[in-house]
């Protein structure tokens, strides 16, 4: 207790040195916890958005299907989509069937790639739908109703309700071709997306390639919070019994959304250490320079018989003060800069525009932060830790301090 009464008082002796070097760790916990959190938020909008259009949280393929995309690669998925909705934390199946071809109108014809889904919870789920009317989605059944991106529909000069016809290749390598109604148009923001993607039932996409009852994948949508583990532990038993099918995260199915988001975590962690840098450079010369002031002082407590270490445990006692009023300071600026861009969020659309890929997901300008807890206390108690590493060195000099020496400071 005396330690910590001495150390604060040192402190303040030079309040303004302090104050500069208190300011210089709360800001930067601030900035790194309010960064991250941002950072964080938009991370998970954008692998919800993902992961929703596409692969979904978790995956079904047949062996081989994620590194050829051969149609032919398909699987029954008999009662597995029954089977794994029934489980906790699971909100959605979608079973989808990809299959390319070649669109063609009166006017023009493009290569698309047509999909085939489960209209209702596709409506439902998708966030490309969200603007779409009820009364535009395809329905269910063997129904000839499409769905056409915003470019394709101008591209091919269609017209709601107009008839197109879709080519492709069957399963045994023979051309099949079937006449299509528009039902209804959408907009992902993605040019490729746009301009090639044809939503059908999937029991018509499946009639077409010549095995009805088969699909390419089977997107499984979680809640959140969901445990994803205990999820890949039941879903892997539920597969035991098919072999010829393996379970996959969307970091494997959607690999360039998974690699765009390391890439840019990792020039994130290069902005915090040079933070972290400055950090330690000032707490260094904070306390170096009150060792450099101090020393006639310390000559003083030495001659009358005070141990070095004692000199040593009282730099890092002011470090640990440091550190820790910083971190608690730190962490509230942190925690409001997070609510307020978690409520408000940052506005970049004057700046970014609003059809913005990254990694195959659109980005939406309006940035949003979320609570990563964990990671903003291992962030202050890092930094706290920092700071009285980073007393080591003044200690170890005001340690080496022999009394004589320290009173020709005067």
Not at 41 to 70: F, K, N, P
Not at 260 to 278: G, P
Not at 354 to 369: H, K, N, T, W, Y
Request: hydrophobic residues 50%; aromatic residues 8%.
């Amino acid at each position: 207790m005396d330690d910590l009464r001495l150390a604060w008082k040192n402190l303040w002796r030079n309040r303004r040195r302090t104050l500069i070097t208190l300011a210089a760790i709360a800001v930067s916990i601030t900035l790194m916890q309010a960064a991250h959190n941002l950072s964080f938020g938009v991370y998970a909008s954008m692998i919800d958005r993902g992961v929703r259009a596409g692969s979904g949280h978790l995956s079904i393929y047949r062996q081989g299907y994620l590194q050829d995309r051969d149609p032919k690669l398909g699987f029954n998925p008999q009662n597995l989509a029954a089977e794994i909705s029934r489980l906790a934390g699971v909100e959605s199946v979608l079973p989808r069937l990809y299959l390319p071809g070649l669109a063609q109108s009166s006017r023009d014809s493009r290569g698309i790639l047509l999909t085939g889904t489960a209209p209702v919870e596709e409506y439902r789920i998708n966030p490309f739908l969200r603007k779409l009317p009820a009364t535009q989605m395809i329905r269910e059944g063997n129904l000839r109703d499409a769905l056409v991106g915003q470019r394709l529909f101008e591209e091919l000069k269609l017209s709601f309700g107009g008839k197109f016809v879709v080519t492709l290749q069957g399963q045994e390598g023979e051309l099949a071709s079937e006449l299509l109604r528009v039902r209804g148009i959408f907009t992902s923001g993605i040019k490729d997306i746009d301009r090639s993607l044809v939503l059908v039932d999937q029991h018509r996409a499946a009639t077409m390639r010549g095995r009805p009852q088969q699909i390419h994948e089977l997107a499984i949508i979680l809640k959140p919070q969901a445990d994803e583990r205990w999820l890949l532990d039941q879903i892997g038993r539920l597969l035991k019994n098919h072999p010829q099918l393996i379970l996959v995260g969307w970091q494997e199915a959607m690999a360039n959304l998974a690699d765009a988001i390391r890439l840019d975590y990792a020039a994130q962690k290069f902005i915090f250490l040079i933070i972290i840098l400055i950090v330690t450079i000032g707490v260094i010369n904070t306390l170096l320079m009150s060792v450099m002031e101090r020393i006639p002082e310390f000559g003083v407590i030495l001659a009358l018989g005070a141990p070095s270490w004692r000199l040593q445990r009282m730099l890092l006692t002011e470090a640990l003060l440091l550190g820790v009023i910083g971190m608690l300071l730190g962490s509230f600026g942190g925690s409001l800069a997070t609510w307020y861009l978690r409520i408000e969020g940052l506005d970049l659309r004057y700046f970014v525009s609003s059809s913005l890929e990254f990694g195959g997901v659109v980005f939406d300008p309006i940035m949003r932060a979320d609570w990563d807890l964990r990671w903003m206390l291992k962030m202050a108690f890092y930094v706290c830790g920092l700071a009285l590493l980073a007393a080591w060195y003044p200690a170890r000099k005001a340690g080496k301090i022999s009394p004589a020496g320290a009173m020709r400071h005067y």
